[in-house]
């Protein structure tokens, strides 16, 4: 079967959340140990990653649509066949994005008011104010949590190790990419990984496993 039971599930949610935590601790100690400034040194003067740039800057642009067309075409697909599990997974996904992703990453990055790496070359003070400006909006990477939500509902919800493998690559190519075209630091992507995570199980928990776990005790 390719998708899980919410038993399985559930045990892959409790996992991924603990790697939030070591996420979060990753973005902290790339503030700290000023692993920032010096990924970027080394982005902005290494050929390769020179040269990458255009596919680098069309990935941030086009990568965010990977998760959404086959998530919003299987809520279609369940509520045109009467399958609830789809429709569940659909809603379960838009919801993680328009609550976690829009919502409350949006609220972070202005109430933090980090300046972005084109706008500012060094700052001293993580979060200086809040701020509605976007060269001011750094903290954490909007794209990364983006395609991370995703990533996670895939890796939380298929048996298949190869879509695993191909959602978390999308989602760390994301966060690369984030950092190649100067927009963000590694801890802002660090931390986007970690709340688009931490999002996805929440949504999980919260929102999609009861409901599971009551379509697969009903009577067929």
Request: glycine letters at 6%.
């Amino acid at each position: 079967m390719l998708i899980l039971t919410s038993a399985e599930a559930a045990s892959r949610m409790r996992i991924a959340l603990l790697g939030s935590i070591l996420l979060w601790l990753g973005a902290w100690m790339a503030w700290q140990r000023h692993l920032d400034s010096a990924l970027l040194q080394q982005f902005s003067t290494s050929s390769l990653f020179i040269s990458l740039r255009p596919a680098f800057v069309l990935y941030s642009e086009w990568g965010l649509f990977i998760f959404y067309v086959p998530f919003v075409a299987l809520l279609g697909y369940g509520i045109y066949v009467k399958r609830p599990l789809f429709r569940l997974i659909g809603l379960a996904y838009l919801y993680a994005q328009v609550f976690g992703t829009l919502l409350l990453v949006e609220a972070i990055k202005t109430g933090c008011g980090r300046p972005r790496p084109h706008a500012v070359s060094t700052h001293d003070v993580f979060c200086p104010a809040p701020s509605l400006v976007h060269a001011f909006n750094s903290f954490p990477s909007e794209h990364t949590v983006d395609v991370a939500v995703g990533a996670m509902f895939v890796l939380l919800l298929l048996r298949s190790r190869v879509a695993a493998m191909l959602a978390l690559t999308a989602a760390l190519l994301m966060a690369l990419a984030r950092i190649a075209t100067s927009q963000h630091y590694l801890s802002d992507v660090l931390a986007g990984l970690a709340l688009g995570v931490a999002i996805a199980g929440i949504v999980m928990r919260v929102y999609l496993l009861p409901r599971w776990r009551k379509i697969e005790t009903s009577p067929t």
